[in-house]
């Protein structure tokens, strides 16, 4: 049974930083992406960044390009996401997925993931 597990968000004032983890586990192919999304109240779920298993190549949505940063560990298991200089446009829950592999150079819809984490939220405060 495959199980997503983000830990580290929390309360942070305006041009703060936060990172993010997810821990995965129970996966038994090596063949697939990693994605983080946020979802902000009364607004549907969307991209945030995300990353490729092999080679670790990734990408990043316009609205976080030059302050998030996605990184991986493969031989731990766990995705990352660095948050810098935090806006109060940041504050959602953020969940990790994991889905089959795609073209890196698209943003992906939530349609894609196969399996999501529980969600950890991130409140930015002004």
């Known amino acids: 049974q495959v199980q997503l597990v983000e830990s580290g968000g929390g309360l942070v004032q305006a041009g703060g930083s936060l990172r993010l983890s997810c821990a995965s586990s129970?996966?038994?192919?090596?063949?697939?992406?990693t994605a983080w999304y946020r979802q902000a109240p009364g607004k549907e779920r969307e991209f945030v960044a995300r990353i490729t298993r092999v080679g670790g190549v990734t990408l990043h949505a316009d609205s976080v390009k030059g302050r998030f940063f996605i990184s991986r560990d493969n031989v731990k298991n766990m995705v990352f996401l660095q948050m810098n200089s935090l806006k109060s446009e940041d504050t959602a829950v953020y969940y990790c997925?994991?889905?089959?592999?795609?073209?890196?150079?698209?943003?992906?819809?939530?349609?894609?993931?196969?399996?999501w984490g529980q969600g950890t939220q991130v409140t930015v405060s002004s």
């Open positions: 997925a994991i889905g089959p592999p795609r073209p890196i150079g698209q943003p992906l819809g939530v349609e894609w993931a196969d399996h």
């Open positions: 129970g996966l038994t192919s090596t063949n697939y992406h």
